[in-house]
Nanobody
Framework: QVQLLESGGGLVQAGGSLRLSCAAS????????MGWFRQAPGKEREFVGS?????????YYADSVKGRFTISRDNAKNTVYLQMNSLKPEDTAVYYC??????????????????WGQGTQVTVSS
């Protein structure tokens, strides 16, 4: 069992930045990949990015956020981060972190992930 708790969401103006954090507990954090997804009202949950199980490991991003968002992890703190820069109104959504406990590397499919956080709201005003 893995518990995930996101934090850091809020209201920001377009062009601004936010950093989301996701604290994990319950299993050896360094043994599994992590991902970030988001869901806007009336839309399906969509992939934002993922990071392999190692600190400084390989990352993978959706085209819509590439060059603006950065995922990192600190395995000593059992935490994964999503740094979001140059935010746009279309980035407004509930953001979720997810754990792929059977995988050292994970991609864009929701089916690769076994545990999900409760989500944190990000609102970008124009």
């Amino acid at each position: 069992q893995v518990q995930l708790l996101e934090s850091g969401g809020g209201l920001v103006q377009a062009g601004g930045s936010l950093r989301l954090s996701c604290a994990a507990s319950g299993r050896t954090f360094s043994s599994y990949a992590m991902g970030w997804f988001r869901q806007a009202p009336g839309k399906e949950r969509e992939f934002v990015g993922s990071i392999s199980r190692w600190s400084g490991g390989s990352t993978y991003y959706a085209d819509s956020v590439k060059g603006r968002f950065t995922i990192s992890r600190d395995n000593a703190k059992n935490t994964v981060y999503l740094q979001m820069n140059s935010l746009k109104p279309e980035d407004t959504a509930v953001y979720y972190c997810a754990a792929a406990v059977s995988r050292g590397v994970a991609g864009a499919s929701v089916w690769e992930y076994d545990y999900w956080g409760q989500g944190t709201q990000v609102t970008v005003s124009s």
